[in-house]
Nanobody, 117 residues
Framework: QVQLVESGGGLVQPGGSLRLSCAAS????????MGWGRQAPGKQRELVAT???????NLADSVKGRFAISRDNAKNTVFLQMNSLKPEDTAVYSC???????????WGQGTQVTVSA
């Protein structure tokens, strides 16, 4: 009963920036960690960034120093700021919500990010 809806994807040139947003609704009280995953063509989904209920963040090595995750609790929204984008960042980016105790996982439908000249 958790709904996650992403927005902000699009086409950007290498070196550019995008900011993704994820609006959460439903039984969001059941979520203690949120984040972003991505899936490139021909590859499995990888977890890019997470943020806990306490505000602790973690980034994948591939995006560390370039991406940042944050949240606005009042608006039930999670953001992914993507800077210095590379062609290899091209993927469908999906919002993730989970509960580490119940093992429940929720995913949004994703938004396409394409980095190309």
């Amino acid at each position: 009963q958790v709904q996650l809806v992403e927005s902000g994807g699009g086409l950007v040139q290498p070196g550019g920036s995008l900011r993704l947003s994820c609006a959460a609704s439903g039984s969001i009280f059941s979520i203690n960690v949120m984040g972003w995953g991505r899936q490139a063509p021909g590859k499995q989904r990888e977890l890019v960034a997470t943020i806990t209920s306490a505000g602790l963040t973690n980034l994948a090595d591939s995006v560390k120093g370039r991406f940042a995750i944050s949240r606005d609790n009042a608006k039930n929204t999670v953001f992914l700021q993507m800077n210095s984008l590379k062609p290899e960042d091209t993927a469908v980016y999906s919002c993730y919500g989970g509960n580490t105790y119940s093992q429940r996982s929720y995913w949004g439908q994703g938004t396409q990010v394409t980095v190309s000249a």
